[in-house]
């Protein structure tokens, strides 16, 4: 095992990742509720307890425990043959594609459908978020760095275990501008909502 500094930030994503959707398990509800009102906070607590509002936290929990695995390949950890399975574009290329494409496919049905998927009506903007951005996110990466790699004759002389490791960092870079764009998008509703006031709804619970 030798330290690697990109090893170790995928390490902690993903150990403080899971720490925090595994909490959030643990807390009282009236916390829970609580937590969901700071602004930046209610990305990760958003107290819809419905299965549309947990499955994005739950694909980002399984790309935690990858970032883990990666982090600690990337220290030579494992064996030099697990190592190879990791760091190969045949096992990351169709990881990225399949929960993008879940993202993407569950919350259309979420959004499109009637079919009984437990959801709150009013949490449709998260909904369409965690559909295209965070779908797009993980499903535009491969082809994205596939564009890098042909447009820069350096990255391609890298060692395809290095190349990965850096598409892993482009990943997270786009789950931080996905939290970016959804504070921003946030306050761009509460300012809508100022200037077109209406009655306030109850929670609607559709799908139980």
């Known amino acids: 095992m030798h330290f690697n500094m990109l090893g170790f930030v995928f390490l902690m994503y993903g150990i403080i990742k899971i720490i925090l959707v595994t909490s959030i398990m643990f807390i009282p509800p009236e916390l829970k509720k609580k937590l969901s009102t700071i602004e930046g906070f209610d ?6 307890d419905t299965t549309a509002g947990k499955m994005y936290e739950y694909v980002l929990l399984s790309f935690a425990i990858f970032s883990i695995i990666h982090g600690l390949a ?7 043959r697990f190592h190879n399975i990791i760091e190969s574009k045949l096992f990351q290329y169709p990881f990225y594609i399949a929960l993008g494409l ?4 569950f919350y259309m049905l979420v ?10 009506e009013q949490n449709r ?4 978020i965690y559909c295209y951005l965070g779908g797009l996110s993980f499903l535009l990466v491969p082809p994205i760095w596939e564009l890098i790699e042909y447009f820069n004759p350096g990255v391609q002389k890298m060692p395809q275990d290095k190349q990965l490791m850096y598409m892993t960092l482009l990943m997270l870079a786009a789950i931080f501008v996905i939290f970016l764009v959804y504070i921003v998008s946030k306050r761009l509703y509460k300012m809508y909502r ?7 709804k109850e929670d609607v619970v559709i799908g139980k």
């Open 43 to 48: 990305m990760f607590v958003s107290g819809d």
């Open 74 to 80: 990337l220290m030579d950890v494992f064996s030099q």
């Open 102 to 105: 879940w993202l993407m496919i």
């Open 111 to 120: 959004l499109y459908t009637d079919l009984p998927i437990e959801k709150k």
């Open 125 to 128: 903007r998260n909904y369409k």
């Open 194 to 200: 100022q200037r077109h006031p209406k009655e306030k």
